[in-house]
Every structure is written in C-alpha cells, then in structure tokens.
C-alpha cells in the first residue's frame, strides 16, 4: 500500500466522464462517497479522518464537478462503480475502506461486486434499495409517479413525494429552504440529472449477496439511530439480513456524518477497529 501525498483537486479521465476527485492525508485508503452528494458533504468528516488517512472523495458522474460526454444517458450503480475501481486503481493505494452513504452506499456495493479486490471494508451507510422490501412494487409506482411529478415541472412536488417515499418528515421552514427562493444554474442542473437518470437505476438496484460474502470484503451495513422507521432504515435491514450480518448504528440520520461530524467520525473508527 503506498501513501498518496495531499492533492487539492484532480480530474480523471473515465469512459464517458470526467470525474473530479480530492485527496487528503496519508496512511491507510479510506474513500467516502454520495451519490446525488457531491464530494462536499464529506468534508468535515474527510478532514478529521485524514490525520491517519488518506481520504479519497469525489463527485459522482454527472454531478457538480464532475461532468459527462452525455447527460442524457443514465449513471447507473454499475458505472459509479467503475468510476470508483478507476479512482482507487489511478491512486495505487489500495485496498480501501469505502463508506458509501445513500446512492454512494448503492455504487460501493456495485464497486465491491465487481472487485472485492479493491475493498477491503465496505460500509454500505442507509442505501436505498427498494427491491428489497416487502412493498417494492408500491414503492417502484411511487417512485416512478415522483419522476414524472418533476420532469412535469413541479419540483416542489416532486421533494414532497420523495420526503413521503422515504418517510421522511421535515419543518415546514426546512422543507422551504430546500426548495424554496432561488436556486443557481448548476444546483438545477445536478438536480434534473439525479430525477432523470440516477434515481430509478438506483432504487432498482439488486446487490448478488451471494458473490458480496465470497468476495473476502469486511461487510458492513450502517443505520443512522434517528432513522428508525424510514424507508432507508428498511432497505438496509433487508441488505443486512441477505448478508448474514447485523446492522451497525451510526449517530445520526440518513445524512449524521453532516450533522454530527466528530461524533461519525469517532463511531467509523470504533467499526474499523473492531475487525
């Protein structure tokens, strides 16, 4: 394993893609990723992890920084994945430890069915995946009603029926903020990639937990402890239960490592230290 030196800001070539990636610290790989979430939510958490670390983050294909040939073409699991067996291979600095969180935990998953060689812990924080439910078809009429509810212009509508598909409930002053007054170009723009083509590849992916606990990867799926009851919290207990394996909790919701970035920080190290 060798050690990367701190670079700000990168971009790597990938088939049909530019992806924008930073790197912090040395030591050991640890990479965080979203997906809508761009590399800027996990910055407090990279930066207290890159004491001892070398902390990989990026943007996912076609969001913010990191731009597509094609952004009519959907960015599914499988691709993201790739994006990220491209990054830790451009790095040489593998294995990694890969917390992916939402969509991100969705492409780490898809990363470490195609080569586990490259994982060598993956933590799969709240992944969204629908087909794993009992009301997965309920799930996939909603979801596809919420597409169409935003690519007929109504994104408003849209966020309340993502907030209700998800179980979600938010203040009414935090649900204006989020959708409310203006809103820049790029914001919308990343916004209508995410509804039009890396929402439904997502929700619809099915993980081979088969080939996941042959693969010689530490598996380890996370739950925020305030997301008891959404729909997160119960597709990763069905990921868990295919896996063998009992959920971790983590402080905070579907997104703690923002709200509460120390207190994530230190329960991820209590979890990699445990193996």
């Known amino acids: 394993m060798n050690d990367v030196s701190t670079v700000p800001a990168a971009i790597l070539e990938v088939p049909g893609a530019r992806l924008h990636y930073e790197v912090r610290g040395t030591g050991p790989l640890v990479v965080l990723v979203g997906a ?30 990191s731009s597509v040939d094609d952004r009519d073409q959907d960015s599914t699991p499988e691709q993201r994945g790739d994006d990220l067996a491209r990054l830790i291979t451009h790095l040489d600095a593998g294995p990694a430890v890969v917390l992916g969180s939402s969509g991100g935990a969705v492409s780490a998953l898809a990363l470490t069915e195609a080569r586990p060689d490259l994982v060598s812990t993956l933590i799969a924080h709240e992944p969204p995946l629908d087909e794993l439910v009992e009301d997965r078809a309920e799930l996939r009429v909603a979801t596809d009603d919420m597409i169409a509810t935003y690519l007929g212009g109504d994104h408003r509508g849209a966020f309340a029926k993502f907030l209700k598909i998800a179980n979600i409930e938010l203040p009414p002053f935090v649900f204006e903020a989020i959708v409310g007054g203006e809103r820049d170009e790029q914001a919308v723009a990343d916004e209508h990639f995410q509804y039009a083509h890396m929402l439904l590849p997502t929700v619809s992916f099915v993980p081979d937990a088969a080939a996941l606990r042959k693969g010689g990867t530490r598996l380890v799926v996370g739950i925020g402890e305030e997301s008891t009851g959404q729909l997160c919290d119960r597709t990763s207990r069905a990921l868990a239960a295919q896996l063998d394996i009992e959920p971790t909790m983590f402080p905070g919701d579907h997104i703690g490592f923002t709200g509460d970035p120390v207190a994530f920080a230190a329960r991820l190290r209590e979890v990699l230290a445990a193996r």
């Open 36 to 65: 809508p979430m761009d590399a800027r939510a996990f910055t407090p958490l990279a930066e207290l992890l890159a004491s001892d670390h070398t902390v990989l983050t990026t943007d996912p294909r076609g969001i913010f920084r």
